[in-house]
């Protein structure tokens, strides 16, 4: 069974750091992309970030020079280090994975999702 398992959450201020991570288990995705996304209440799922299988990285505009996806395929995890965090960030991210080697940035692409994790950023 395939698992994806997102931490690292939580309550942070304007300007701060999180690091979320996301598990993976029930297969190997070392030669698939991997992505990350987020929703908001009253939002649709949006793309945050992704990292291809060469780890060639794609984000959105709203987190260029802010966000920072990796991967260790060895612990079979999917980073996202996030500064400089603004109250804009708030939402719930996910992690998702798909059987294809490169990034899309819209979800139904993505095969297999965690259940997330809640980021919230104060003012």
């Known amino acids: 069974q395939v698992q994806l398992v997102e931490s690292g959450g939580g309550l942070v201020q304007a300007g701060g750091s999180l690091r979320l991570s996301c598990t993976t288990s029930?297969?190997?995705?070392?030669?698939?992309?991997l992505g990350w996304f987020r929703q908001a209440p009253g939002k649709e799922r949006g793309f945050v970030a992704a990292?291809?299988?060469?780890?060639?990285?794609g984000y959105a505009e709203s987190v260029k020079g802010r966000f920072t996806v990796s991967r260790d395929n060895a612990k079979n995890t999917l980073y996202l280090q996030m500064n400089s965090l603004k109250p804009e960030d708030t939402a719930v991210y996910y992690c998702?994975?798909?059987?294809?080697?490169?990034?899309?940035?819209?979800?139904?692409?993505?095969?297999?999702w965690g259940r997330g994790t809640q980021v919230t950023v104060s003012s």
């Open positions: 990292i291809n299988w060469d780890a060639t990285t």
């Open positions: 998702a994975a798909r059987g294809g080697q490169y990034y899309y940035t819209r979800a139904d692409e993505y095969e297999f």
């Open positions: 029930g297969r190997t995705f070392s030669h698939s992309a």
